[in-house]
């Protein structure tokens, strides 16, 4: 599979934005301004994704009268947590069992001790990210200069993340992954340690 770039600039983000409430607009813009140009704290954005044997295939070309199939089966699911940045960084952690409070504190704490300058965050409201043992560590990393953004509620349009599962999910695993769980996990990982150099979105 050849290297994929696309081309997400902060225009774009917020011509994108023009359909959100006033309230997530400043919400976005505020972000934007405040950590785009500054070289301090570097921001990132953090979600979980889970990969399954059922495809993500939103639609295909095919011949008048040939038949496209792929095959799709229930099975074990992948799961990934990840922290992405603008500057094409992606630090994850894969989990074939679900993914708690307790992996989310311990996967900041790691992503924490690997940084060399302060950090923002900027996760959703999921309830394993709210939940009170999450935000008694809050304060912690505020000390260890990682600080902490939550999203606005309901706006996964907002998580930069979101546009890299997307890629993966939809482009980037080849059809081939989805012949069994190690094919699927094997492609996976192979697209993940690609993410940065084979593998690009490029936010100009």
């Given at each position: 599979?050849?290297?994929?770039?696309?081309?997400?600039?902060?225009?774009?983000?917020?011509?994108?934005?023009?359909?959100?409430?006033?309230?997530?607009?400043?919400?976005?813009?505020?972000?934007?301004?405040?950590?785009?140009?500054?070289?301090l704290p570097e921001r990132a954005t953090l979600d979980e994704a889970g990969f399954t044997l059922q495809p993500s295939i939103p639609y295909a070309w095919q011949l008048v009268g040939q038949r496209l199939e792929l095959a799709s089966a229930h099975g074990p699911r992948q799961n990934v947590l990840g922290f992405f940045n603008l500057h094409h960084q992606f630090h994850s952690f894969a989990f074939k069992g679900s993914i708690d409070t307790r992996t989310v504190i311990h996967c900041f704490d790691l992503f924490s001790a690997y940084r060399t300058k302060p950090a923002l965050v900027v996760i959703?409201?999921?309830?394993?990210?709210t939940s009170e043992d999450f935000e008694d560590q809050i304060e912690r990393w505020q000390k260890e200069e990682l600080y902490v953004k939550f999203l606005p509620p309901y706006c996964p349009e907002l998580n930069l993340i979101e546009i890299l599962w997307r890629k993966i999910k939809?482009?980037?695993?080849?059809?081939?992954?989805?012949?069994?769980?190690n094919t699927l996990t094997a492609s996976l990982f192979d697209v993940i340690k690609g993410i940065g150099s084979k593998y690009r979105i490029t936010f100009a």
């Open positions: 599979m050849t290297a994929s770039t696309e081309t997400v600039t902060v225009h774009t983000i917020l011509a994108l934005a023009r359909q959100l409430s006033a309230a997530n607009r400043r919400w976005l813009v505020d972000l934007l301004s405040r950590t785009s140009d500054a070289p959703d409201n999921a309830p394993i990210h939809y482009e980037w695993l080849p059809l081939d992954a989805y012949q069994n769980f």
